[in-house]
Nanobody
Framework: QVSLVESGGGSVQAGGSLRLSCATS????????VAWFRQAPGKARERVGV????????GYADSVKGRFTISQDNAKNTVYLQMNSLKPEDTAMYYC???????????????WGQGTQVTVSS
């Protein structure tokens, strides 16, 4: 059974940092991409970054480039999202998702976590 479990969300002030974790199990980790998405109330789900777990290649949305970093621990089948210099506009529910390729569209991701809330106050 596939499982993705996010953790690490919380409330921080602008300029602060958080690290989210996505612990995965139940599928062939190294043959998938894991992406981080976020969704704020009334807005579309946005992919903020993705990692190809086999090659460790990463990609980021322009809105977070230079501030967010995706990494992984292959031994733990876990992907991380380090978020620095947080802004109020980063406030959203953050989800990790897995798919066989590093798609941009959320609809193409087969597996999803339950989400973790990130709130950034000014």
């Amino acid at each position: 059974q596939v499982s993705l479990v996010e953790s690490g969300g919380g409330s921080v002030q602008a300029g602060g940092s958080l690290r989210l974790s996505c612990a995965t199990s139940g599928y062939t980790y190294s043959r998938h991409c894991v992406a981080w998405f976020r969704q704020a109330p009334g807005k579309a789900r946005e992919r903020v970054g993705v990692i190809s777990t086999g090659s460790a290649g990463t990609g980021y949305a322009d809105s977070v480039k230079g501030r967010f970093t995706i990494s992984q621990d292959n031994a733990k089948n876990t992907v991380y999202l380090q978020m620095n210099s947080l802004k109020p506009e980063d406030t959203a529910m953050y989800y990790c998702a897995a798919a066989a390729a590093c798609y941009s569209a959320a609809t193409l991701y087969n597996y999803w976590g339950q989400g973790t809330q990130v709130t950034v106050s000014s």
